[in-house]
């Protein structure tokens, strides 16, 4: 198998209740530093054209961007 597959399978069969301590407290850090990331940044205005191509690719409403 590939190398592709290989990781797939992994993480198919990774189980949370296997994962250490470390591993989810650092998962769950960097899970909220993005969130803080997205949202702190999500009104600058450099990020306004990024939304106006977004929006004119988007597809249905119940897809969005976060902040918005």
Do not use: K, N, Y
């Amino acid at each position: 198998a590939g190398l592709t597959a290989a990781l797939a399978r992994s993480c198919a069969e990774l189980r949370f209740d296997t994962l250490g301590d470390e591993v989810v407290d650092t998962a769950c850090m960097a899970f909220a530093d993005c969130v803080a990331c997205m949202l702190a940044g999500a009104r600058a205005a450099s990020v306004h054209p990024v939304l106006e191509v977004a929006r004119a690719e988007s597809g249905t409403q119940e897809s969005s961007i976060g902040g918005w």
